[in-house]
């Protein structure tokens, strides 16, 4: 079984930074691309950030700028450096990685349970 594991969501004032991470634990074999989408209520699900094992990343043209994410691969761990935050980006933040696990090395879809970010204007 594979888990992922999300924190660092809060509440934060127009202007500040927070700093999210997720950690895939289990039986990982390998991990191909790791993702943050957020949900707001009444909107629909957004990709906010992807990257590939290989470092490579996109971010949706709402967050260029003002988001980083990143990955410590040898901890199976991926961030989302938020800056610059605005209340529109208030939501849920999950983050979706594609998992090879080490039983079948079959390639898996898992999806954390969500931290809430609030922006306060």
């Known amino acids: 079984q594979v888990q992922l594991v999300e924190s660092g969501g809060g509440l934060v004032q127009a202007g500040g930074s927070l700093r999210l991470s997720c950690t895939a634990n289990g039986n990982i074999f390998s991990i191909n691309t790791m993702d943050w989408y957020r949900e707001a209520p009444g909107k629909q699900r957004e990709l906010v950030a992807a990257t590939r094992s290989d470092g490579n990343a996109n971010y949706a043209d709402s967050v260029k700028g003002r988001f980083t994410i990143s990955r410590d691969n040898a901890k199976n761990t991926v961030f989302l450096q938020m800056n610059s935050l605005k209340p529109e980006d208030t939501a849920v933040y999950r983050c979706?990685?594609?998992?090879?696990?080490?039983?079948?090395?079959?390639?898996?879809?898992?999806w954390g349970q969500g931290t809430q970010v609030t922006v306060s204007s």
């Open positions: 979706k990685a594609e998992i090879v696990v080490t039983t079948t090395r079959f390639q898996y879809q898992y």
